[in-house]
């Protein structure tokens, strides 16, 4: 019989509905003798810490937990340990991220939702960890210990460094790479193809007269980041230059950088995003020193949100069909966890040109 997809709780009456899934869980066997520990398991039910210890409390008042003092981990009682439970019989698959559910994009949620939904059919839980250490410099001493805590048939990486990449190809666990793969990683990864994204937006800028463009990068490190400027600066129209503007990851820092390009000799007459926060940035920061888009200079962002539409004038931006996309995604990650060969090992998927009304022409 198929199970459901992992049970989580809402975000409505969190306390009460974790204590509920909490006590299901447990009632399902899923953990044998006692539970995780508490980082650990705040982190599997994505709630905080204060949410678990007063399920964790109820739990105990209900019988289904043993007492125990502070720090220590919680065991199931031995009556329900007694029992002859269900075994699970689903596949599991464990999803890495830097940011808890609720920090996640809107796009990424969506995305995530999909997947889930699409698994749960194939009787395969997606749990999504987002560990404290995952975006740490050296974090391989942890992932290694976690793998072991954690056992996944497969694991999918959102927005991983180079460390973690490393050390999934040297133990060699089966995962996915939610994005791009570093240099000198030989792991499968499904993304969307930012270098031809950006490819194309320098040829839409270009036809409308723009020739200094500038692109505004952010210094995480992905790669992903990395191959759209590459893209920018691989178009090769006649006269242009291509100027990288540097996000920090804060916006006065942004707005520094920004402040520095439009002050040069040569501005930039139009700018190409690669996140939608930075569009949102340059727009109001523009618009607060009375300059207008795109009669003053134009916009393209790479990545779309759904804010977007509420916005004028309408950003020009690239939007992918989530649900193809994510039906992609799933059936790579089904293989994998069912131990099949992965029959292409790089999807990269070209997203469609929505054109608003932020690009002006450049009379020359």
Known sequence: ????????????????????????????????????????????????????????????LQGLLEPCAHGRKRLIKSHLIAEERPQPTTLRIGMLSPHRLERMSQNMLTEVDHIRSILAKKAIDLDVFSPAWYDAPHPQKHLREFLQQEPCHAWLLYRSSLAIQQTFQVTQAPCIIRGYPHDGIALPSVDIDWAAAANHAMGELWRKGHRHIGVIVPQDG????????????????????????????NTDGLLQSLDIAFRSNNPPSAILTLRPRQALTFLTWF??????????????????????????PRISTYHIDPTNFSKRLAKQLEQLAKGSRLQQRSLLMMPDFIRGTSISSLTR
């Open 222 to 249: 992905l790669r992903g980041n990395i191959a759209a400027l590459e893209g920018a600066r691989a178009f090769t129209g006649a006269d242009t230059t291509v100027r990288e503007i540097i996000d920090y990851g």
């Open 1 to 60: 019989m198929k199970r459901s997809s992992p049970l989580l709780p809402s975000k409505t009456s969190l306390a009460d509905d974790c204590t509920r899934v909490l006590a299901q869980r447990i009632r399902q066997g899923e953990w044998p003798l006692a539970l995780p520990g508490e980082r650990r398991l705040a982190e599997i039910l994505q709630v905080g810490r204060d949410t678990l210890r007063r399920s964790l409390t109820e739990l105990t």
């Open 287 to 312: 618009a607060s020193a009375g300059r207008q888009i795109p009669r003053h200079c134009s916009l393209i962002s790479l990545a779309s949100e759904t804010i977007f539409e509420s916005i004028v």
